[in-house]
C-alpha cells in the first residue's frame, strides 16, 4: 500500500498494461468456469478477445512516439485493443444472458454475480486507461511538434472531422456537377 490518499493518487504509465494482464487471467478463469457445452460458442471467444488486448497493449507500449508513423502504429494498436475491450463487454452479456437465464428464469448460475461486477468493471478500467493513453499520446505527440506526414484524422478532435469531410463532400459535389 502506498501512503498517497486514494483521491490523490495518479495512474502509473503501465496501469494499463497491468489492468489487461489481470484482465486476460480473470476472463480465462471465467471462460473454465462456464459449462463445456459454451466452449466453441463462448470460451474461445471470451479467451482470443482477451489475448488480444493484452498482445496490442504490449507492443504499443514497447513502440517509442518520435515519428509521425510510430503515433499511427502505436494509435492503431491501442485503438484496436479498445476495440476488443468493447467487443469482450458484449461478449461478457452474453455470458450473463447465457449463464444466468434459461427460458425466461434465472438458472443455476456457473458464475457468482459478484465475479460478473468484477469482471465488467475490468473491462470498463480498462477501456478508461486506454482512452486516457491515447488522449496523453495525443497531447504528447503535440507537444513534440512532429505533426507533419501525420493524416488530418489523427490530429483533428474527434468532433470536428466529420463536419470537414462533409464539407469537402459538398465542395467536391459542386465542383463536379458544374
Known amino acids: 500500500m502506498s501512503g498517497v490518499v486514494k483521491s490523490k493518487q495518479q495512474t502509473t504509465a503501465i496501469k494499463f498494461i497491468e489492468v489487461a494482464r489481470q484482465l486476460d487471467i480473470f476472463t480465462l478463469r471465467m471462460a473454465q468456469k462456464l459449462p ?20 496490442c497493449v504490449q507492443i504499443a507500449n514497447s513502440i517509442y512516439i518520435s515519428t509521425p508513423q510510430d503515433f499511427e502504429q502505436r494509435r492503431a494498436l491501442l485503438l484496436e485493443a479498445r476495440g476488443c475491450c468493447q467487443a469482450l463487454s458484449s461478449k461478457v452479456d452474453l455470458v450473463v444472458e447465457c449463464a ?11 458464475i457468482a454475480p459478484g465475479n ?22 495525443k497531447e504528447a505527440f503535440k507537444r ?25 463532400r459538398r465542395i467536391h459535389n459542386r465542383v463536379s456537377r458544374e
Request: glycine fraction near 6%.
Open 36 to 55: 463445456k457445452r459454451t466452449a466453441f460458442y463462448l470460451n474461445v471467444h471470451l479467451t482470443d478477445l482477451s489475448n488480444n488486448i493484452v498482445r
Open 100 to 110: 444466468f437465464k434459461r427460458d425466461g428464469n434465472i438458472d443455476r448460475a456457473c
Open 116 to 137: 460478473i461486477k468484477l469482471w465488467v468493471g475490468l473491462v470498463r478500467e480498462e477501456t478508461a486507461l486506454l482512452k486516457g493513453v491515447l488522449q496523453a499520446d
Open 144 to 168: 513534440l511538434g512532429l505533426t507533419q506526414g501525420l493524416s488530418p484524422r489523427a490530429m483533428a478532435p474527434s468532433h470536428v472531422f466529420p463536419r470537414r469531410v462533409h464539407r469537402a
